[in-house]
Every structure is written in C-alpha cells, then in structure tokens.
C-alpha cells in the first residue's frame, strides 16, 4: 500500500512540477504550483512515506 501512495504522490508531483515550468511567466501561478507541491510532499511525510524520495523520483520523471 505505502509504495502504490508513495507512486501516486510522486507522478502527482511531477504533473506539479511540469505545470510549474509551464507557468514560468506567470509569478501567481507559478506560487501555487509550488505551494501545491509542498502541500503534497507535506501529505507524503504525514503519511510516513519518503518525502525526499518522493521529490527526486518527481524531478527524475520530469527530466526523462
């Protein structure tokens, strides 16, 4: 069950993450992509998953 959430939250993330590089002229926006992003890293680390993991695997998927 933690690694199917923990996958979840990472493709979650990494939709965030691309959504935010999509946004870059728009500073409000952008704002809110991060904050979403903390926001999703904070569930992960309640939920005693891997928040740090969780952000590189995100960042790994974005990059290819």
């Known amino acids: 069950m933690n690694k199917h959430l923990q996958r979840v939250i990472t493709e979650m993330v990494a939709d965030l ?3 935010k ?4 002229d728009f500073p409000d926006e ?3 992509a991060e904050y979403s992003i903390g926001t999703a890293l904070d ?5 005693e998953l891997d928040r740090r993991q969780i952000h590189r695997d ?6 290819g």
């Open 17 to 19: 993450i691309r959504q």
């Open 30 to 32: 952008v704002m809110a």
């Open 43 to 47: 569930i992960a680390e309640a939920m």
């Open 58 to 63: 995100a960042l790994e998927e974005v990059r």
């Open 21 to 24: 590089n999509n946004l870059k």
